[in-house]
């Protein structure tokens, strides 16, 4: 095999799912995580990569695939409320939800709506902007993929009798495509039987990688998700090491189907990622969970099973650590209004709306209302200005000489006042303090595990081991990612 100079190596990313700094961290100093140690040893490591907010895989693949947040992207979270279409938007929060939405909706949302519909025509993928360049790429397991080519999705006929969906689905996908079992390309990946989640799974996108690299198909770039390490950190809360070390024995397989493990570091780039981090849950059930059914229990919210009535006035769209919460009816319930009675549970750590170019932010423990809008003498440490006024301790901003530095959320500004515009409607944004975790009808929990989706440091850092190139993205943010790979990628061959 020819060595490859540093202008024609391909690009490799692997995205792990809750991957962690300090479980990591742990993992390597106990011996369990060699193969990552290796391509540390062998390359850079940055702790603290800022995931985009909610801290959701549908929102984080959007924004490192195009390089910009969900108020260019649009895809807002996994849980949305589509306000011209009057239907809560669920790509598969929880089995029980996805039931009450109706099965047939709520696969069409995750096979073609997600990709084909709701994120925005108007930006580019990085697959896309791949094939412009006359190169190719992969998209393996990751959950955002669109592309220049024409697929086809073979619906499993158990899922296309049970839901009504259609066996065949078409869809714009990379170059090279692998989405469970639905699209696969190694005919022999047996990985994919329904009692193992239809392929997606750790197994199985390595499984696909490695039959890439033997068949010496490897493209220009490569998108390679590993979701089992969400599961496992949900469970076992954030200093979980299982997924880590699973991930690790992946890794090692991947690395030695290469002639070495010195030829796949010396011919590659590796950029080894997590998408969200995890914060720790409460171990007692009623301190843990805020139900906001109680919380604003006196409004008439929306059924599922329903959906929206003429006596509705608001609909809760819960992601985890963080929900959207709308009213139907701005001219009856004010968002403010609505603000106000949350404020009154400490646990809800912020509470958010806009009003004109306005974001007001309050809490149910500090005391005092932040209000900011872009543009005005502020600086923060990504170059963004801002004008702000009130408490500045609401979004923990460290202030001098006009200068913001974020603490405990991190790109706070930037990351919550885009939300704002990632879809239509009059609603507030809130999350809760770490150690809590907002549901609603049918949503999951994870008492005494982990949790996420929330705009806090705990479910937005994520760490990123890079071997293979010198360069670094101008910041260590999603959002600035998809730049620097492409400056990778626009090297003349
Ligand atoms: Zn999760």
Redesign the pocket.
């Known amino acids: 095999m020819a060595t490859r100079n540093e202008t024609n190596k391909r690009v490799i990313v692997l995205l792990l799912?809750?991957l962690m700094t300090a479980p990591l961290q742990k993992a390597i100093s106990n011996g369990q995580a060699m193969t990552f140690k290796f391509l540390m040893d062998h390359g850079r490591f940055y702790p603290e990569v800022i995931s985009p907010f909610p801290t959701?895989?549908v929102n984080v693949d959007s924004t490192l695939l195009t390089g910009v947040y969900s108020d260019q992207h649009k895809v807002p979270a996994l849980v949305w409320y589509h306000q011209a279409e009057k239907r809560i938007i669920n790509y598969g929060s929880h089995i029980r939800e996805l039931f009450k939405l109706g099965l047939y909706q709520s696969m069409h949302d995750i096979l073609y709506n997600l990709n084909n519909v709701h994120l925005a025509d108007g930006v580019k993928t990085i697959h896309e902007e791949v094939s412009l360049l006359d190169k190719r790429s992969a998209s393996i397991n990751t959950l955002m993929y669109r592309g220049s080519a024409t697929r086809s999705l073979k619906v499993p006929r158990i899922i296309a009798w049970l839901t009504g969906s259609p066996k065949t689905i078409h869809v714009n996908s990379p170059y090279i495509f692998s989405y469970g079992a639905l699209s696969k390309m190694d005919p022999s990946n047996r990985l994919h039987y329904f009692w193992r989640k239809y392929g997606f799974h750790d197994a199985f996108s390595a499984r696909e990688l490695i039959y890439l690299i033997q068949e010496n198909n490897l493209p220009d770039f490569s998108l390679v998700y590993f979701p089992d390490g969400?599961?496992s950190?949900?469970k076992n809360g954030p200093d979980d090491v299982n997924a880590i070390k699973k991930a690790d024995d992946h890794l090692a397989e991947i690395l030695n189907s290469f002639p070495s493990r010195e030829d796949a570091i010396r011919d590659n780039i590796w950029i080894i990622l997590g998408d969200?981090g995890?914060a720790y849950i409460e171990q007692d059930r009623n301190e843990a969970l805020v139900d906001l059914r109680n919380v604003l229990d006196d409004y008439r919210i929306v059924k599922l099973r329903q959906g929206v009535t003429a006596d509705d006035e608001i609909v809760l769209a819960v992601n985890?650590r963080m929900a959207f919460i709308y009213s139907l009816d701005i001219n009856q319930l004010s968002l403010g209004q609505v603000a106000k009675t949350i404020q009154k549970e400490s646990r809800i750590d912020l509470i958010a709306w806009r009003e004109g170019e306005k974001v007001h932010v309050i809490s149910g423990e500090k005391e005092g209302e932040l209000i900011f809008q872009p543009e005005g003498e502020y600086r923060d440490e990504y170059g963004q200005t801002w004008n702000i006024e009130g408490s500045h301790d609401i979004l923990d901003l460290n202030i001098t000489d006009k200068q913001i530095r974020f603490g405990n959320f991190p790109d706070g500004l930037g990351r919550l006042y885009t939300s704002f515009y990632s879809h239509e409607g009059e609603y507030i944004i809130i999350t809760v303090k770490p150690g809590y975790e907002l549901i609603g009808e049918g949503s999951p929990t994870?008492v005494g595990g982990a949790?996420?989706?929330a705009l806090h440091k705990d479910d937005s850092l994520v760490p990123m081991i890079v071997t293979g190139i010198e360069s670094a993205p101008k910041h260590f943010r999603f959002i600035d990612l998809k730049e620097w790979i492409m400056s990778m990628l626009k090297q003349e061959k």
């Open positions: 799912d809750s959701m895989s969400d599961k950190v949900h969200n995890q985890e994870h949790s996420h989706g």
